[in-house]
C-alpha cells in the first residue's frame, strides 16, 4: 500500500495514471474491452516488485520465468453464476523474472504454482529508472487458451502508447456523435462526463474464437455457446431512458443485446432483469419488456423477437429462478388485477404498477407483430390495472388488500413497504403509457398539475421505517432541498415531463432546468444519487439536449429545456440532427417558440422518425414562460386514451 494524492492522478476513459509516493513508483493502465496494458516507472535498485491477488473463493496461478508470463484463474464471486465458473487470465511482463514466488493464504510458497481458495504471486525485477516494466493483461471466461487469444488480439505488439492513442480515438468516436456547444464550461465538462457513463453498461460477456465467431461463456448453464451475450444491468434502472438512447444512437448496438436476451431465455427459461453476470434477486418487475418492445418499434432488427415475445408472456404466469425475474406475485396480478398489500410480497404496489407498464409494452408488441387480436386485447386490457391502486381520498397510488379494502396507516411519505426505494409521492407517477387517464383519475388537468407541483411543495419529510434505518435515497431527497422530489434514485426521474400532459409546459422547462443546474456536475460528487448503470447519466444527456423518452415503447420524446446553445447529432444513419437555442443563458429556461426545419412547432414533443431523418430543431428561449405554447390536447404526449 502506498500514499497517493488525487493531486497527482490522471483520470480519463482510456488511461489512468497514479503516482504512488511511499514507493516513487509511477504506475498507468490502458484498456481494451478484454484486456489492458499497464506501465510500472520504478526506481533504479534490484527490489521492484508487482504482487498480484488472484483473490479468495478459488483461485490458480502458475509463474512461467521462462515466458515472463503468469497464467490462472479466479473464481471469486457473489452468487449468480453456474459450478464451472472461472475468470481465466494471461499476464505478460517484457523483463525477465529475478525473483519469482507464489502464495497462499498469507504465506509466501517455493513453488510457482499453487491452487487454493485464495493464491497469488510476487514477481521481482531489477530496474532502473526511467526504463519502466510493462505488462499486459487479458482475461477470459472461456479457457485459458482464449485468454490467450484475447491478449494477442487486442494487444499484440502495440505499444503501450500505441494502446492510449487507440483509446483515446475511440472514446473521441463515440462521445463526438453528439458535439455540444455553450460558453459554460462547466456543462459541458458534465455533458461529456454523464455521456461517458452512460456508455459504459451493459458489459459485454462474449469473445471471439479464433475463427472470429462470437462465442460467450454462458452464466446460466455453465456452456461455451455461439452468439452475444451481456451482463451488468439493472432492467428497472436502465428500461427509463438508457435503452432509448441505444435505439436513439446504438440499433447495431441494442440488436446485439436483443440476441443476447434470446441466448438468455433460451440457456435459462428466463429472461434477465438484474443480470451480474447470471440472473440475480435484485429490484423487482419485469421491465425486460420494455426495452425489447421499444427496440422492435423503433425499428431494431436481426434477433428473434418471436423467442422474446414468448418469454414476455412467459413473465406474467410467475416468478422465476428468484423473485426479481418474472413476475412475483402474478397470481395474484392475474387473478385481481393487483398485487395484494397483505400477502406477504413486499413492495406490492410497484410491482402492480410495473406489471400494468409491461403489459402495455405486450400489448404494443402484440400489435406490431400480428398476434391474434383476443391476445392482443388481453394484453390492452391489463395495461389499465393500474386504476385498481388509485386511492382518489389521497390521488396517490396506494397499497390494497386482497379483499379490496386499502392498506390501513397509508401515509404517502412511507419509503418501501408497497413501493421500492421511494413512496407514493414517486410511485403515483409510473403510469408511464396513459398520462391522460392518471390526469383524469386526478380530476382533470388543473388537479393533476396540482398534484405535480405538491411534490415539489411538500417538505422533504419521510417515513423509513419498513428498512430500519434511513436510507441513502431518502438522506439524498432531503439534501437536495426540492421537496420530496427524490432524483437521486430512479423512480421519479421522468415526472417533471408530465407537466407537457397537464397544458403547463413550462413548468416542466423550469424543473428539467433546476435538475441540471443544482443536482448534476462534472467533479467527483457530480451525482445527486444513484448512478445505476447509466441511467441518472442517461437523464442529463437527454434533458440537456431538450428531451426526454417518457414511455419507452412510444416513438416520443417529451420536451424539457435545452442546456446548450447548440448541439449536433450524428444519427446512426448518417444525418444530422441540429438542436439550436437562442437567447439561452441561466436564468432563460422558458420555450418562447420552437420550429423544425424552420416551421413553426408546437407540440411538446418529437418523434423517433423525425430525429432519424436529420433536420434542425430551433428554439427561442426567455425569462418568463410563454403560457400560450403548446397547449391543448393536440400539442400533448402519447397516452393510451388519447
Not at 35 to 47: I, K, L, V
Request: with cysteine; net charge negative.
Amino acid at each position: 500500500a502506498s500514499w497517493f494524492s488525487h493531486k497527482t492522478e490522471q483520470a480519463m476513459p482510456h488511461y489512468y495514471k497514479v503516482y504512488l509516493a511511499d514507493y516513487d513508483v509511477t504506475a498507468e493502465v490502458s484498456p481494451t474491452e478484454r484486456a489492458a496494458m499497464m506501465r510500472f516507472d520504478f526506481p533504479t535498485g534490484e527490489d521492484s516488485y508487482v504482487v498480484l491477488d488472484a483473490f479468495p473463493k478459488g483461485s490458480q496461478v502458475q509463474i512461467l520465468p521462462k515466458e515472463r508470463k503468469i497464467v490462472g484463474y479466479c473464481r471469486n464471486n457473489t452468487g449468480g453464476v453456474p459450478e464451472n465458473f472461472h475468470n481465466y487470465f494471461v499476464i505478460e511482463f517484457d523483463q525477465e523474472f529475478s525473483f519469482a514466488k507464489a502464495w497462499k493464504d498469507s504465506t509466501l510458497l517455493e513453488s510457482l504454482e499453487v491452487e487454493a481458495d485464495h493464491v497469488g504471486a510476487v514477481i521481482g525485477f531489477k530496474t532502473k529508472k526511467g526504463q519502466p516494466v510493462h505488462v499486459k493483461v487479458a482475461s477470459s471466461f472461456i479457457s485459458p487458451e482464449q485468454a490467450a487469444l484475447n491478449l494477442s488480439r487486442e494487444i499484440g505488439n502495440q505499444s503501450f502508447d500505441d494502446l492510449v492513442e487507440e483509446g483515446k480515438q475511440a472514446w473521441n468516436k463515440e462521445l463526438g456523435r453528439i458535439q455540444v456547444e455553450g460558453e459554460n464550461q462547466d456543462q459541458i465538462r458534465t455533458f461529456y462526463s454523464c455521456l461517458y457513463r452512460l456508455l459504459l453498461f451493459p458489459r459485454k460477456f462474449y469473445e471471439y474464437d479464433a475463427d472470429g465467431a462470437v462465442v460467450h461463456y454462458s452464466p446460466y448453464n455453465g456452456k461455451v455457446l455461439p452468439g452475444y451475450m451481456f451482463t451488468d444491468n439493472g432492467f428497472w434502472d436502465t428500461f427509463r431512458a438508457v435503452f432509448p438512447f441505444f435505439n436513439l444512437m446504438y440499433p447495431d448496438l441494442n440488436a446485439e443485446i436483443m440476441e443476447g436476451l434470446v441466448n438468455a431465455y433460451q440457456e435459462s427459461g428466463w429472461l434477465p432483469e438484474w443480470a451480474s453476470p447470471g440472473h440475480r434477486d435484485c429490484m423487482i418487475g419485469s421491465n425486460s419488456a420494455s426495452l425489447i418492445t421499444d427496440a422492435y418499434l423503433k425499428g431494431v432488427r436481426g434477433f428473434d423477437v418471436e423467442a422474446l415475445y414468448d418469454a414476455m408472456v412467459k413473465n406474467t404466469t410467475g416468478k422465476g429462478p428468484v423473485n426479481s425475474v418474472g413476475r412475483y406475485g402474478a397470481q395474484y396480478y392475474n387473478k385481481l388485477g393487483y398485487v395484494p398489500y397483505d400477502v406477504g410480497i413486499n413492495e406490492n404496489a410497484a410491482r402492480t404498477l410495473e406489471y400494468a407498464y409491461a403489459d402495455f409494452c405486450l400489448w404494443k408488441l402484440s400489435e406490431a407483430i400480428g398476434k391474434p387480436a383476443s391476445e392482443v386485447a388481453y394484453h390492452k386490457e391489463r395495461a389499465y390495472n393500474y386504476r385498481n391502486l388509485f386511492r382518489k381520498e389521497y390521488n396517490l397510488m396506494s397499497g390494497k388488500n386482497e379483499d379490496g379494502s386499502w392498506s390501513k396507516n397509508f401515509s404517502p411519505y412511507k419509503w418501501g413497504d408497497a413501493f421500492t426505494e421511494g413512496n407514493s409521492w414517486h410511485y403515483t407517477w409510473s403510469v408511464f403509457h396513459n398520462i391522460e387517464d392518471l390526469s383524469d383519475l386526478m380530476g382533470g388537468k388543473a388537479g393533476f398539475a396540482s398534484m405535480l407541483d405538491s411534490v415539489f411543495a411538500v417538505p422533504p419529510i419521510f417515513d423509513a421505517s419498513y428498512y430500519g434505518f434511513t436510507i441513502h435515497e431518502i438522506r439524498e431527497m432531503q439534501i437536495a432541498g426540492m421537496g420530496n422530489y427524490a432524483h437521486g434514485n430512479q423512480p421519479i426521474q421522468h415526472m417533471i415531463y408530465l407537466y407537457n400532459y397537464a397544458d403547463q409546459p413550462w413548468k416542466a422547462q423550469y424543473r428539467a432546468r433546476e435538475v441540471m443546474e443544482k443536482l448534476y456536475n462534472y467533479t467527483p460528487d457530480g451525482y445527486c444519487g444513484d448512478e445505476d448503470n447509466g441511467q441518472t447519466s442517461a437523464w442529463y444527456v437527454f434533458s440537456a439536449l431538450g428531451f426526454y423518452p417518457v414511455c419507452p415503447g412510444t416513438n416520443e420524446y417529451v420536451f424539457g429545456a435545452p442546456l446548450f446553445d447548440k448541439a449536433k447529432i450524428t444519427m446512426p444513419n448518417g444525418s444530422i440532427f441540429t438542436i439550436e437555442a437562442e437567447n439561452n443563458r441561466k436564468g432563460h429556461p422558458y420555450i418562447q417558440n420552437a420550429a423544425l426545419n424552420g416551421a413553426s412547432w408546437d407540440k411538446n414533443f418529437i418523434t423517433h422518425e423525425l430525429l432519424h431523418a436529420g433536420g434542425s430543431l430551433q428554439f427561442k428561449m426567455g425569462a418568463s414562460p410563454n403560457k400560450l405554447r403548446g397547449i391543448g390536447k393536440i400539442n400533448s404526449p402519447y397516452s393510451m386514451d388519447k
